[in-house]
């Protein structure tokens, strides 16, 4: 649908790198071609970039399990109070500068815009880390879905988590709007809540003997699957990564009064792809530029 409320963060990035990707731009791109080994990457450390040769190929990245890990640990460290803080430093900024997102990042993250979900901080990640998509309620329309696809595509991230959160107000505002105990919106947040709908209507229909707010969790949970059902059917691309084996999606909830990330079955993913899969409203063509399609 037609929106205008766009929390996406990143817009810069998305818009200057396709245009130094198309005019082979020199100096920063050469730089770019020495990537670090899987092995660096997943030891995080900061300043850890020690140029190498370059290979042909794609980037050398860690596997999508290993991305998973390197997310368990850094939201390990957080929760215990022993963050790292890795890659925030000046030599961190200066790489950032000078090299290609696409060489370091090893996540991309949709979550909700809420203050109390800062994703960096619960995955103790830093500068060009992650790839993150913030939106209330991180649903997944068509904004939202570009800019997986851009983080899955183009920046190589190797795992996408579609991360819920507790005590989130945009599933409550659309549980109490279902409840007709919800109050007027503002012209531009019905089109971007209801997409939440159906997750909150899934909900109460599994759980009919759960009443009132008390709803609200099971809603976060099915909103999760609801955003990455929306992401298959619409998008062939991030299907056939995932397919291929080059990334993987994860679904999870973030606690805001604990900070600890709880990680949803990587099996439920696997039921929703192959259901979307046969359905044969699924969006086909992966390109932009193709027919058929939609
Ligand atoms: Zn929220």
Redesign the pocket.
């Known amino acids: 649908m037609n929106r205008t409320v766009k929390l996406v963060v990143g817009a810069c990035c998305l818009l200057a790198l396709p245009v130094l990707f198309a005019i082979g731009c020199g100096e920063d791109t050469k730089e770019a071609a020495h990537k670090p080994s899987p092995e660096k990457a997943v030891a995080m450390k900061p300043s850890v970039h020690e140029p190498t040769p370059h290979k042909a190929g794609p980037p050398h990245k860690p596997s999508p399990d290993e991305a998973i890990a390197m997310l368990k640990d850094g939201n390990k460290r957080f929760v215990e109070g022993k963050s790292n803080h890795p890659h925030a430093d000046a030599a961190r900024l200066i790489q950032a500068g000078k090299e290609d997102q696409g060489d370091h990042a090893y996540a991309t993250v949709i979550t ?3 203050s109390r ?1 800062p994703v960096e901080h619960i995955f103790d990640a830093g500068i060009m880390d992650i790839f993150v998509i913030r939106v ?3 649903v997944c329309d068509v904004d939202e879905r570009g800019s997986i696809e851009y983080g899955l595509a183009h920046v190589h991230t190797p795992v996408l988590v579609v991360l ?2 507790t ?5 409550t505002a659309v549980t109490h709007a279902i409840h007709g105990t919800g109050h007027a919106l503002e012209l531009n947040i019905p089109p971007l809540v209801d997409n939440i709908e159906p997750a909150v209507r899934r909900a109460m229909a599994n759980h009919p003997d759960v009443h009132g707010d008390k709803i609200i969790p099971y809603a976060i949970e099915e909103n999760i699957w609801q955003g990455i059902e929306d992401l298959f059917m619409n998008s062939p691309a991030t299907r056939n990564l995932v397919n291929s084996g080059a990334a993987k999606v994860v679904g999870a909830i973030y606690d805001v009064g604990t900070g600890k990330v709880e990680w949803l079955p990587e099996s439920k993913v696997s039921d929703i792809l192959v259901k979307v899969e046969a359905n044969p409203k699924r969006a086909m063509n992966p390109m932009a530029s193709g027919e058929g399609g939609h």
Not at 167 to 171: E, L, R, S, T, Y
């Open positions: 909700c815009s809420d979900v209330a309620g991180n819920g959160h005590q989130c107000g945009a599933v």
